[in-house]
């Protein structure tokens, strides 16, 4: 028997990687087999620091713009699981630069639909967070002026477009639904005509973790969500613990950042992870909590994920040549 008090960890599932995240890494060390170091990477690859400082100790360079990147390298750049405006692209092209494309397709998918609406004649609504590399690579499909931002209700009621009778709807895909719902709404009763696809693009593992959230949150002390201050799908699960009355709801990066005080009293505690957080993180956050408690895991599953993206065929094509 030990003496330590008994702690029932409610673990929620899914939690953590989504397709296009363990796409947008497996990109990355793929490419850094292929070509060797070193790879140069636009941008967090995802918003995780152990992430990126795995890939940067096996040889990625990671830049926020391409202009940091030596002239006349041969080694190849990965553009970020969130996205690039179309002029960095093009920059990469004018460079004569290898180029690898690491958007996750869900954002992709947004980047066509804005382009189609344009072509169709209608001007661009994005609900998204202002400064966000994602909102700044959907902003960058198209010419400065045709897509407007939105970020809270008050923006929505305020917008005054050129043609009401001509507008679009598109999203950031790792937005709170429930925020960019009440937002939907303000613009629909405001824009009837607006066009707007089968539902926003808040993308299924934003959901999915924001929907596990919701369940496990109101049954615990407290909630953790493993993840990092710069990642909008993480930093929104810790919103929607506090929304749901946890009474601590907290962002741990690693378990070293635990403040211990916080967590004084409890008997049971949630944990999730945000869709760029690593397994090994949660593990290593139930580990120190181990130390203190007499801990119990429990999964508390709400949906089950088996999305899967394709690698883009340049990396395909060299893992059959070199026999892999
Ligand atoms: O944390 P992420 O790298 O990005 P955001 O949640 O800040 O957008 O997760 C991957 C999501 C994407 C694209
Ligand atoms: Fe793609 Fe969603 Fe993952 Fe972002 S959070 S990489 S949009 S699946």
Request: with cysteine; hydrophobic share 45%.
């Amino acid at each position: 028997m030990t003496g330590k008090p008994h702690l029932k960890i409610l673990l929620c599932a899914p939690r953590g990687f989504c397709a296009g995240v363990d796409r947008a890494i497996q990109i990355v060390d793929l490419a850094l087999k292929k070509f060797g170091a070193p790879v140069y990477v636009r941008h967090e690859i995802v918003h995780n620091k152990y992430v990126v400082d795995g890939l940067r100790a096996k040889g990625a360079v990671f830049v926020e713009e391409l202009d940091e990147i030596p002239e006349g390298t041969e080694a190849p750049v990965i553009f970020s699981a969130h996205g690039v405006a179309r002029s960095v692209p093009a920059e990469a092209r004018h460079r004569n630069m290898f180029y690898l494309d690491a958007t996750c397709p869900l954002v992709t998918k947004v980047h066509v639909e804005a382009q189609r609406h344009a072509e169709d004649g209608r001007d661009i609504v994005l609900i998204g967070h202002k400064g966000h590399p994602e909102v700044i690579g959907t902003m960058g499909q198209l010419p400065p002026g045709r897509i407007s931002l939105i970020e809270t209700v008050a923006d929505a009621e305020a917008f005054a477009p050129r043609d009401p009778d001509n507008l679009a709807l598109v999203t950031q895909t790792t937005l709170s639904v429930d925020d960019t719902s009440a937002i939907v709404l303000v613009l629909k009763s405001r824009f009837p005509a607006i066009s707007v696809a089968h539902k926003e693009d808040i993308c299924y593992a934003t959901t999915n973790r924001q929907e596990a959230v919701k369940v496990v949150a109101p049954q615990v002390d407290a909630m953790i969500v493993v993840g990092a201050p710069n990642s909008s799908n993480s930093m929104r699960l810790v919103e929607v613990g506090e929304r749901a009355g946890c009474r601590v709801s907290v962002m741990v990066q690693r378990a070293g950042d635990i403040d211990w005080d916080q967590f004084a009293g409890i008997t049971s505690l949630g944990i999730t992870a945000g869709a760029s957080a690593p397994e090994q993180l949660v593990e290593e956050v139930i580990a120190a909590f181990a130390e203190r408690y007499a801990v119990s895991v429990e999964i508390a599953t709400t949906a089950e994920e088996h999305i899967a993206f394709n690698i883009p065929r340049v990396l395909r094509e060299l893992e059959a040549a070199s026999g892999r």
